[in-house]
């Protein structure tokens, strides 16, 4: 997998898609050390399209496997919090009355008072 493809090679483009996914930035952040942007997304949706990607992680996930490497042993926690609709929002507190400034709305919620009482 080292043939030369546009301006650099498959490799670079590879470490280049590597490091958008793992960084999680657009496509067109990615450093210019890698090639162009728009080639490194090129390559990655027809990897994507060709099931490339899902070979690949089959191999690792193989390798890593017969390495001892991974343990195959799941923990599932049914744990469930559930908040109040109005847990959402935060509470403002205005300066110098260290008291919140939000009153219930009739069937919406809550809005802020134009001024907090007493």
Known sequence: MR???GRGTCDRQVDGIRHRVRAGCPWRDVPERYGPWSSLYRVF????????????????????????QICWEVS???TITR???HAAGA???????????WVPR????????SRCHG
């Open 106 to 113: 009739r069937c919406a919620g809550w809005r802020r008072q």
């Open 76 to 78: 599932v926690d049914s």
């Open 3 to 5: 043939a030369v493809v």
């Open 91 to 101: 509470h403002v507190r205005r300066a110098g009355t260290g008291r919140a400034c």
């Open 83 to 85: 908040a109040h609709q």
């Open 45 to 68: 949706h027809r990897y994507q399209r060709e099931g490339v990607w899902n070979q690949v992680l089959d191999a690792l996930r193989t390798l890593a496997d017969g390495g001892g």
